[in-house]
């Protein structure tokens, strides 16, 4: 009984299954729905159809669409979509335009004694300058949505407009011998016979100074203005004086900085220069250390140069410049460098050094040349030394500069006055007028106040005997302010009120005539603060 009702159970479980295989075999499987999605992209229409709970990515891989680094999609990508829903693809892109914009100049007007009361003129015609400005400018599906400046510089800085007006001069008029020459605002201006009998030779406004010197007769002025053309620094100009109007001729020689001087000669039509190559870092250039000659006609022709010391290194700190020097009588060129002086061989191009010199570390953009002057009877240069201290371990940071003497038909080197500073500029007068001081002259030289810290360091005129002895501190007063280095520029005569030669510096941009002696009192005859370089002859 009980096997027969275990039979009856198993027989009924396997009905059960067999019919349960029967419906499924019999139903249809269901299949998972796909959700159809619309992607714009590109002007155009893409459909695609993805699972249901799909992202946006999700419907852009199936796509086969790819994003470039600034498109973007709305909705983001990472929303989830439904059927029928839409995808929008936005092509971005980006572009950098560079634009010029004007820099009006400005206009300044600047009051002077050199023209009389009153009357005005026009010193530098003012320019425009230029600025570039880059601008960011974002498009979407190729319309401008945002335009934004990301960085702007000034290329060609504008130039002001000067103009001059004249006012009555507060000082009293002193003798001039020769004529004295002065670099005031871009411009060259004269005096003749006394310091109120002032003229205009050259009212450019772009004269830059870097060479600024008369003939030996004065009758012409050797000059450099700023260049605007790519390459160059400068150009090489003379104004013939004695012309009327005063006639401008251009050299078409560039590149000047550092030497450029007139050659003895009864016609003033020959000089003597260095060049140097433009270069975009600091300082600007690259020193060609050469030494040329060139001839030149009132017709503006120049002859083709002739080449005394060919391009070389220049030494230590070469890089920047060789600076040159002629003897009284042209005879002789002597040169100065960073690591010593000596005479250019005019025959064959080489140098000749006369004293070697410790080099000075600035730990700027700029190399010192030590600065050294002729004795007007060619036997003497007097030079600023470099010394180096006992026991120092580096030289070329020494603070120590001495002027001394070479005597050059010896060749010895005599120290004459220790700690004057780096920016001493030894200049010699001419021969004295007294009978009884025949062949004698006097030296000029600047003391540092603050030898120790003579780069920025002012000075003080200082006047001796060419020997070295009688020193006398003329300019400025103990207590008083300073004056910048510069080269002490001598009378080239004596003048009439003292009978002795007068020394012309400049002091806060103004002209100072210095008693040689020291018996009359310094006289200004500028007041314009604008004086940046003279010369006397």
Not at 8 to 32: D, E, H, K, R, Y
Not at 134 to 142: A, C, L, N, P
Not at 241 to 255: E, K, S
Request: glycine letters at 8%; charged letters at 20%; proline letters at 7%.
């Amino acid at each position: 009984m009980r096997l027969y009702h275990s039979r009856f159970l198993i027989q009924f479980i396997i009905i059960i299954v067999s019919l349960g295989l029967l419906v499924s075999c019999s139903t249809p499987q269901a299949t998972l729905s796909l959700i159809s999605v619309a992607i714009l992209v590109d002007d155009n229409q893409v459909e695609v159809d993805i699972p249901p709970g799909g992202s946006v990515q999700q419907a852009l891989d199936a796509s086969g669409i790819t994003l470039e680094y600034l498109d973007r999609v709305e909705p983001p990508a990472y929303t989830l979509l439904a059927d029928q829903d839409q995808v929008r693809v936005v092509r971005v892109r980006e572009e950098f335009t560079v634009e010029e914009e004007i820099i009006p100049f400005e206009k300044q007007l600047l009051q002077t004694e050199s023209l009389p009361d009153g009357q005005t003129l026009l010193a530098q015609s003012g320019e425009n300058g230029v600025r570039e400005i880059t601008y960011r400018q974002v498009f979407e599906d190729g319309v401008e949505v945002s335009r934004y400046p990301v960085r702007s510089s000034v290329v060609v800085d504008a130039v002001p407009e000067i103009f001059m007006v004249g006012i009555q001069t507060p000082y009293v008029p002193v003798s001039i011998p020769g004529r004295l020459v002065y670099l005031l605002a871009g411009n060259a201006w004269m005096m003749e016979q006394t310091s109120g009998n002032r003229k205009a030779i050259v009212v450019t406004g772009d004269l830059d100074g870097r060479i600024f010197t008369l003939s030996r007769d004065g009758s012409r002025l050797l000059f450099t203005r700023r260049s605007n053309e790519e390459g160059q620094i400068n150009t090489l100009w003379v104004a013939d004086i004695n012309t009327d109007p005063i006639a401008l001729y251009n050299l078409n020689i560039n590149n000047i900085v550092h030497f450029a001087e007139w050659l003895p000669d009864p016609k003033n039509d020959k000089i003597i220069f260095s060049t140097v190559e433009p270069r975009p870092t600091a300082p600007g250039w690259q020193a060609n250390n050469d030494l040329n000659v060139a001839s030149f006609s009132t017709r503006e022709w120049v002859s083709q140069w002739k080449v005394y010391v060919d391009a070389n290194s220049g030494g230590v700190y070469g890089w920047w410049g060789t600076d040159y020097l002629l003897e009284p009588d042209g005879e002789r060129v002597a040169y100065a460098r960073p690591d010593g002086v000596g005479y250019a061989n005019m025959e064959d191009g080489s140098l000749m050094p006369l004293m070697d010199i410790v080099p000075v570390q600035t730990g700027g953009d700029w190399a010192w040349i030590p600065g050294f002057s002729w004795s007007p009877d060619g036997k003497t240069m007097y030079v600023v030394d470099h010394s180096n201290p006992s026991g120092s371990t580096q030289p070329e940071e020494s603070s120590f500069f001495d002027v001394g003497a070479i005597l050059l038909e010896a060749g010895s080197y005599i120290p004459m006055i220790p700690q004057t500073g780096m920016f001493a500029y030894p200049s010699t007068s001419p021969f004295l007028p007294q009978p009884s001081a025949e062949n004698d002259y006097l030296v000029a030289y600047l003391q540092a106040i603050f030898p120790n810290q003579s780069d920025t360091s002012r000075y003080r005129l200082v006047v001796m005997d060419r020997d070295g002895s009688d020193r006398r501190m003329l300019y400025p007063a103990d207590g008083e302010p300073g004056i910048e280095p510069q080269t002490p520029v001598w009378s080239p005569a004596t003048l009439t009120e003292t009978g002795r030669y007068s020394i012309a510096v400049i002091n806060e941009g103004n002209l100072w005539l210095v008693d040689s002696a020291g018996i009359e009192s310094p006289q200004q005859i500028t007041g314009d603060g604008l004086v940046t370089r003279i010369d006397w002859k």
